[in-house]
């Protein structure tokens, strides 16, 4: 992810940071919402060719419906989070809140508080000489974690890091 893609939205006791997802193709979002589409629909269109050929549902029917909304669940969500997705982190003192926006709905809320928050970067190529090289966002309080999915440049990071550390 590029600098100047994150924003902040900063004020004297709070910073607020959105990390955009990388967008996909409208193509890819097109298809995900398609066969999603397809997929939560096929359990309506068998129920209504099961009342007019008379057909008595089972056990089945009930589990193909659940398996069809989890299914068409999963692939809207992963379209639209490709598509629209935003890691938000709320920076407050002695406290660092996560939203996963999906535009449409939020997810994954998690929130570290206390006065020893710790933030920094995971490396998971341990190759942190290099400006270009990237990290995740991490902030850590006693077990409690919250990781970014999202790659950061490692100079990005350190200034993140800073802006955070004011707040904290």
Known sequence: MRADQIKYIENEDKLEINLPVEKTKKSVFIFFVTVGSIIALMPIVFFIFTLIEKIDLGFGFIFSIIIAVLVSFFLYRMAFWNMYGIE????????????????????????????????????????HESIQSTAKLIFELNEKQIQSTIDLSIN?????????????
């Open 88 to 127: 938000k982190y709320i920076v407050e003192k002695e406290s660092v809140t996560f939203i996963a926006d999906y535009k449409i709905f939020k997810d994954s809320v998690m929130k570290l508080e206390g006065q020893a928050i710790k933030v920094g970067f995971f490396d998971e190529k341990k190759n």
């Open 156 to 168: 990005s990071i350190e200034k993140l890091t800073t802006k955070i550390e004011k707040i904290l």
